[in-house]
């Protein structure tokens, strides 16, 4: 008999801010570092060129970094390009929380929140969940991570969820959605996968004791209540 059918609550999404020290998830120290990575390697490369020229040989090694950078560029466009139009796609059903005055957000980090179904041991906990979206984005997924430390056979100690879709070498494909993986996540939730787990206390007790696997499950729900804006 196949199992009755549960009411979907979808999940949410918001767009980390710029600064904003208030979002789930926001890795402020991260997006400082990148910037002045950034910052030290336009440096070097202004300095390299300055070289370049003193030698008599900056046209050719000039020309070759501007090259590059262009490449680089068109990859990322494709990324953020890719990822405007999955937010403008999500947007026409559920609100996207405000912006900045200039409306810049982080396209490539969105923290999320995955409620539990109603029905289960999860129902009642929402879950934040952060998707970190690469340059190389859609021919890579994205690593989506819960808080270090989640409880569940197929999220590894570290957060990162292990789900097959999101495996670069099989079941990723560029034509998969944010909103499939975000729901496919919160079925995986309620439906672990025991024949590829990612950490061991979730695994064992899914295994060896069903009963105590539930009960915390239902206390990790309780350490996630909804989200009052």
Same mark, same amino acid.
């Given at each position: 008999?196949? $199992?009755?059918?549960? $009411?979907?609550?979808?999940?949410?999404?918001?767009?980390?801010? &710029?600064?904003?020290?208030?979002?789930v998830?926001?890795?402020?120290?991260?997006?400082?570092?990148? /910037? /002045?990575?950034?910052?030290?390697?336009?440096e070097?490369?202004?300095?390299?060129?300055? &070289?370049?020229?003193?030698?008599?040989g900056?046209?050719?090694?000039?020309?070759?970094?501007?090259?590059?950078?262009?490449?680089?560029?068109?990859?990322?466009?494709?990324?953020?390009?890719?990822?405007?139009?999955?937010?403008?796609?999500?947007?026409?059903?559920?609100?996207? $929380?405000?912006?900045? /005055? %200039?409306?810049s957000?982080?396209?490539?980090?969105?923290?999320?929140?995955?409620?539990?179904?109603?029905?289960?041991?999860?129902?009642?906990?929402?879950?934040?969940?952060?998707?970190?979206?690469?340059?190389?984005?859609?021919?890579?997924?994205?690593?989506?991570?819960?808080?270090?430390?989640?409880?569940?056979?197929?999220?590894?100690?570290?957060?990162?969820?292990?789900?097959?879709?999101?495996?670069?070498?099989?079941?990723?494909?560029?034509?998969?959605?944010?909103?499939?993986?975000?729901?496919?996540?919160?079925?995986?939730?309620?439906?672990?996968?025991?024949? %590829? $787990?990612a950490?061991? %206390?979730?695994?064992?007790?899914?295994?060896? %004791?069903?009963?105590?696997?539930?009960? &915390?499950?239902?206390?990790?729900?309780?350490?996630?209540?909804?989200?009052?804006?």
């Amino acid at each position: 008999m196949a $199992p009755a059918m549960t $009411p979907l609550r979808t999940p949410a999404l918001r767009l980390q801010r &710029r600064g904003d020290l208030h979002g789930v998830g926001v890795d402020q120290d991260a997006s400082s570092s990148e /910037a /002045a990575k950034e910052e030290e390697e336009g440096e070097d490369e202004k300095n390299g060129e300055g &070289r370049e020229r003193r030698r008599g040989g900056g046209g050719g090694g000039a020309g070759e970094r501007a090259k590059q950078r262009g490449e680089s560029s068109n990859v990322g466009g494709i990324a953020r390009g890719r990822l405007a139009e999955e937010r403008k796609a999500w947007r026409k059903n559920h609100p996207m $929380p405000e912006t900045l /005055a %200039d409306g810049s957000v982080n396209l490539m980090v969105w923290n999320c929140t995955i409620p539990g179904k109603q029905g289960t041991d999860w129902d009642g906990g929402y879950f934040p969940l952060t998707l970190h979206f690469s340059e190389d984005y859609p021919s890579k997924p994205p690593k989506c991570k819960f808080p270090q430390g989640f409880f569940h056979p197929n999220v590894y100690p570290s957060g990162t969820v292990c789900l097959s879709i999101l495996n670069e070498d099989s079941g990723w494909r560029p034509a998969i959605t944010v909103k499939q993986i975000l729901v496919g996540i919160q079925d995986l939730l309620d439906q672990p996968n025991p024949a %590829d $787990p990612a950490q061991t %206390d979730g695994y064992q007790l899914f295994i060896q %004791d069903i009963a105590e696997y539930k009960r &915390r499950v239902r206390q990790q729900a309780k350490q996630y209540p909804p989200v009052l804006s």
